[in-house]
């Protein structure tokens, strides 16, 4: 194991080991309300933190931290308008902030092209100690909302309206998720630069979504293959020699392509499946409705449904079982259906 031998690798498999466990948390949200762009535009804002802290000498991690927050905060509240022009503002802002952080790096001192391809596509053999304690401070407070608020973010994710009928705050709750998007993004720009972050947030719940068969499992399967392409990037990188951010981009991708041609081969041999719609509901072990084993997995019979978790969605399942169960909730929707 040579690559332990050096500090700066064991600082640098640290920082993949975080960011790959805390950034598919936050994704899969992003993936689940259609916004896996948004990552690309928190780093761009991020670029002009980077610049006004190397050129004033202050620590670029906690300027970019307070601007990437702020634009987090403005682009919620600019989504939430609804109006026509947010996606203009959103635009300026996202280019302005990329040419801004261009310029003010170009006029910091000491400052070489090295060191904004450094921040646009990563160096994370360059992470100091100090960078390390804060990124483990901002991945652990981000795992723990993540993970702790995850019924709330989903039911806001899956019907707006519904969760405001509900008493949820959803403007503050939307508002807390486009802040750990924005502390990703910061944590994220050593490893893979803030140019290819929202990749690293998003292709592996690509990958959860088609071999999940619920919400909680596609959030861990997502998690497990940020941590394994995270780490195993770096490994390839470091031998091979290569860009590390990128390196771990490629290895999310081919594992997404796998995955893709995988499950597509499953699912001609086995049928296709129809996904459920306007399905508000998490299903579960404690959610009242009754559990019926079907082949592989479990379904759930809901309002004379039966809905199977499948990634962040439900499929439908059908059957001509005269003897198959139907749900007992709602007796005007008990009828037998066949594929």
């Not at 405001?164 to 720009?189: D, F, K, R, Y």
């Not at 019979?301 to 003897?323: K, M, N, Q, S």
Request: hydrophobic letters at 50%; glycine letters at 10%.
């Amino acid at each position: 194991m040579e690559i332990l031998q050096f500090d700066f690798m064991q600082r640098a498999l640290l920082a993949a080991l975080l960011i790959g466990l805390s950034a598919p948390a936050v994704g899969i949200y992003l993936v689940q309300r259609r916004l896996a762009l948004i990552g690309d535009g928190m780093g761009h804002v991020a670029l002009t933190g980077v610049g006004i802290g190397l050129l004033t000498r202050s620590g670029p991690v906690w300027t970019a931290l307070v601007c990437t927050v702020l634009g987090a905060v403005l682009i919620e509240l600019m989504r939430a308008k609804g109006r026509t022009s947010s996606d203009v503002a959103l635009a300026v802002m996202f280019y302005g902030g990329i040419a801004g952080g261009v310029v003010l790096l170009a006029k910091a001192p000491g400052s070489t092209p090295a060191n904004l391809n450094a921040y646009l596509f990563g160096s994370i053999t360059s992470t100091t100690p100090g960078d390390l304690v804060v990124f483990a401070v901002l991945a652990v407070v981000v795992l723990a909302v993540a993970l702790g608020m995850s019924r709330v973010f989903f039911t806001v994710g899956a019907d707006e309206e519904y969760a405001t009928a509900a008493g949820l705050p959803v403007l503050a709750l939307n508002i807390v998720l486009a802040v750990m998007v924005a502390v990703t993004v910061v944590v994220s720009m050593r490893v893979v630069g803030l140019l290819l972050v929202s990749a690293l947030m998003i292709v592996p719940v690509a990958v959860a979504q088609r071999v999940g068969r619920s919400f909680a499992g596609t959030v861990a399967t997502a998690m497990v293959v940020g941590v394994v392409v995270s780490v195993g990037g770096v490994f390839t990188s470091f031998y091979a020699d290569t860009p590390s951010g990128a390196t771990i981009v490629l290895a999310a991708i081919a594992v997404f392509v796998l995955t893709a041609a995988g499950t597509a081969l499953r699912a001609r041999m086995r049928g296709p499946h129809n996904e459920a719609e306007d399905h508000l509901h998490a299903h579960g072990p404690t959610c009242g409705h009754r559990a019926v084993p079907h082949e592989d997995h479990v379904d759930y019979l809901h309002d004379g449904h039966r809905h199977a978790p499948h990634g962040a969605h439900y499929d439908e399942h059908f059957t001509d079982d005269p003897a198959d169960p139907v749900d007992p909730v709602d007796p005007a929707t008990q009828g037998r259906r066949s594929s």
